[in-house]
């Protein structure tokens, strides 16, 4: 099966933002529309990982509500709307927004689970070639059984360890975000 090259995946993605089909990109590259698809799911991931600013926020205020809002910035000692917006709204109550702590726990995550996926594809090849060979469950050892145990170990802590990761970082920014709040508030009169 044909590997895409990097410079084949950035531009597949900046074909797929101006609105080339997978279909389309997939005859083009010559690999199959999943592969197109994996290339777009994980140029998305590493921007979310990486904090990529995508979107725009607009809002219109009065005059006396811009110079308010930036009497409270200067008093924070933040230097730009963008930044003093942005600042409100990661500690806005309850969103979830990643940060280089989380976004590195979360590819050590990633990282483990790719190595339970390839040890599942490993184990699986041995069984279909056990199958193949007519060896069938005589093949699938207890060393193998014990693996798979394991892997399933493995992927239930690995859920509840991220489950529990980011039941405490929105925990955490929730606490952020009502005192950044309170403060605004108090520095706003």
């Known amino acids: ?71 409270v910035f200067f008093a924070a000692g933040i230097e730009t709307r963008t930044e003093g917006l942005r ?16 976004a590195a726990e979360m590819a050590r995550y990633r990282t483990s689970l790719h190595e339970v996926g390839n040890s599942v594809v490993q184990l699986s090849k041995c069984m279909a070639e056990a199958n193949r060979t007519g060896q069938g469950a005589a093949a699938f050892s207890d060393l193998r059984l014990a693996q798979m145990r394991g892997l399933a170990r493995f992927i239930l802590d690995a859920a509840d360890e991220i489950d529990l990761l980011v039941r405490r970082r ?6 952020e975000a009502t005192a950044a709040l309170r403060e605004f508030a108090h520095a706003a009169e």
Do not use: C, H, N, W
């Open 170 to 175: 929105r925990d955490a920014m929730q606490l």
């Open 87 to 102: 600042r409100l709204i990661q500690a806005a109550g309850g969103t979830f927004v990643p940060d280089v702590a989380l």
């Open 1 to 71: 099966m044909k590997r895409l090259t990097a410079p084949q995946k950035m531009e597949i993605v900046r074909e797929a933002a101006e609105g080339v089909s997978t279909a389309v990109l997939s005859d083009r590259f010559g690999v199959s529309q999943r592969a197109i698809q994996y290339t777009l799911k994980a140029d998305a991931e590493r921007q979310k990982d990486t904090a990529v600013a995508t979107a725009a926020v607009t809002v219109k205020l009065t005059p006396d509500e811009l110079e308010a809002l930036d009497a």
